[in-house]
C-alpha cells in the first residue's frame, strides 16, 4: 500500500512540475490562489517546478526500492510546503472556498499520505 502511495504522489509532483515548466501561464492563471500572489514570476514559478520535480523523484524512488530515506526527502518539501499553505488558510480567516478547496487536496492530502508512507514504509513491502 504504502509504496503505491508513494509512487502516485510522485507521479503527480513530476505532473505538476511538468505542467509548470511546461505551461507556467497556464498554471499561474489555473490554478486557483496563484494569481492572489502577485505577477507572474517566471524564474520563481519554474523553481518551485524544481522542487517538486526533485520530490517527484525522490517519491517514485522511494516507491520503487522501498527506500524510507528517500521517501522522506521527498515528503519533506511537501510538508513544509502543506504547513504554509495552512498558515496561509489561517491568515486568510479560515475561508471554506475554492482555494481553501484546492489546497486541501492537492497540497495537505499529497503531504499527509507521502508523510504517513514514509513513516510506515517497511523494505519487505516493495521490490529491491
Known amino acids: 500500500m504504502q509504496t503505491s502511495v508513494l509512487l502516485a504522489i510522485g507521479a503527480y509532483c513530476l505532473g505538476n512540475a511538468a505542467f509548470i515548466w511546461g505551461d507556467t501561464a497556464l498554471w499561474y492563471e489555473t490554478v486557483p490562489g496563484v494569481m492572489g500572489t502577485g505577477p507572474l514570476n517566471l ?7 524544481l522542487v517538486f520535480l526533485t520530490s517527484g523523484g525522490a517519491l517514485l524512488w522511494s516507491g520503487w526500492r ?6 522522506f526527502c521527498g515528503a519533506g518539501w511537501l510538508v513544509c510546503h502543506a504547513l504554509y499553505h495552512l498558515w496561509i488558510w489561517a491568515a486568510r ?4 472556498d475554492n482555494i481553501a478547496l484546492t489546497n486541501l487536496l492537492g497540497i495537505q492530502l499529497p503531504a499527509v499520505l507521502a508523510l504517513w508512507a514514509a513513516a510506515t514504509l517497511t523494505r519487505a513491502e516493495g521490490p529491491v
Open 43 to 49: 524564474h520563481f514559478a519554474r523553481d518551485v517546478g
Open 93 to 96: 480567516g479560515l475561508p471554506g
Open 66 to 71: 522501498a527506500d524510507r530515506s528517500a521517501a
